[in-house]
């Protein structure tokens, strides 16, 4: 899964990158592993010669946005169809380094971009709508041309309003037409309003009630100092926490928004907790145990027999995977069992 970081110039867009990417990043694309105490659990109990972490690739190889109010650039807009979301890195600390303009206007900002992908995604919809127009299948209930017509109709005007895409309530069939014509405004983002150190404890009342706006409309975000979250990722865990202590934080915040990056992606995880790898896998919300096996290997899925199934509760309250089957625990489930999120996983399968 593509994330790509946007922003406008001097957001400090790369340094969350690098905070989030624990200061392992070589390059502008990187895997990020998810923060998850079950995975920590798990492998802390079995011990494995190898544990692989879910993880996210995050890119911060986008253009920065030039400034305040102007179109995003062709290429730009390019590469933001490709993510499968969009992290917005939003300035809200003083810096005389900012050439736009010159005063801190977090809200504005973050604002100005969400119009600026509703602009993109509206261009569309009204270069596409004038060439339906000339469609000899407009009129013929069912054919493609006129259920994409009927949909753009209903989304213009609520574009019009500053509506983005994801903010709408659209059927699955719409949804389709919407993937296949990467609009920016239906991808799910998340938001870091990047602030100074000692608001991103304790933000400002107009923040947090924007927080709470964007929230009822499925967008998660965070208030973040970037420039700390990198000098804690470069500490050792045991100073991180002491760190954190004094800055009256419980972990990074970076932490927060890779999982909440993971979570508006869709994706749970399911495990496997073998010796010479414990695994922590990513898995779209609602997918079966047969799609499960297909994730760990597709012979594994071709051959799939039966799934044996811990809960992540009963195995954290058994202690081990072994005390877990032996308590009754374990249970035997078909290809269309829907996998929970924590599930822990073993596929019998045809050899």
């Known amino acids: 899964m593509k994330v790509a970081l946007i922003g406008y110039s001097a957001s400090g867009r790369s340094t969350l990158y690098r905070a989030a990417s624990r200061g392992l990043a070589k390059g502008d694309i990187t895997a990020v592993p998810v923060p998850d105490p079950r995975f920590d659990t798990i492998v802390a109990q079995v011990k494995p010669k190898k544990q692989t972490p879910a993880s996210v690739i995050l890119h911060d190889d986008l253009d920065p946005i030039s400034g305040s109010g102007k179109a995003f650039s062709l290429k730009l807009i390019d590469s933001a169809k490709k993510a499968d979301l969009l992290l917005h890195v939003v300035r809200g600390f003083e810096s005389n380094t900012v050439a736009y ?83 920016l405004s239906s991808k799910p983002m998340v938001i870091a309003f990047n602030v100074n150190e000692d608001e ?52 990074p915040a970076s932490d927060k928004v890779i999982r909440a990056v993971y979570s508006a992606l869709g994706l749970i995880t399911f495990f496997t907790a073998g010796d010479n790898d414990t695994h922590a896998w990513p898995l779209k919300r609602g997918s079966t145990a047969l799609k499960a096996a297909g994730t760990i290997h597709n012979d594994i899925a071709k051959g799939f027999i039966r799934a044996e199934i811990v809960h992540y509760e009963d195995y954290l309250a058994a202690g081990s995977l072994d005390a877990a089957y032996a308590a009754g625990k374990m249970s035997l489930e078909g290809k269309e069992y829907v996998i929970r999120d924590g599930d822990l996983l073993h596929i019998r399968n045809k050899s």
């Not at 019009?160 to 389709?176: C, H, K, T």
């Not at 967008?219 to 009256?248: K, M, R, W």
Request: charged share 35%.
């Open 101 to 183: 303009h010159d005063d801190v206007d977090a809200l504005r900002d973050q604002e100005a971009i969400d119009v600026e992908l509703v602009l993109a995604d509206l261009q569309i919809v009204e270069n596409r709508l004038e060439r339906l127009k000339r469609s000899t299948m407009l009129k013929t209930p069912g054919s493609p041309d006129y259920m994409e017509n009927d949909l753009f109709q209903r989304i213009k005007d609520p574009l019009e309003n500053g509506v983005p895409i994801r903010a709408m309530e659209l059927s699955e069939d719409d949804q389709v037409v919407v993937r296949n014509h990467q609009f």
């Open 200 to 251: 991103a404890s304790t933000p400002s009342e107009k923040m947090m009630k924007r927080i709470e706006e964007l929230a009822k409309r499925g967008t998660p975000a965070f208030p973040v100092c970037a420039t700390i979250e990198e000098e804690i990722a470069q500490l050792e865990p045991a100073d991180q926490l002491e760190f954190l202590e004094s800055l009256g934080l419980t972990e």
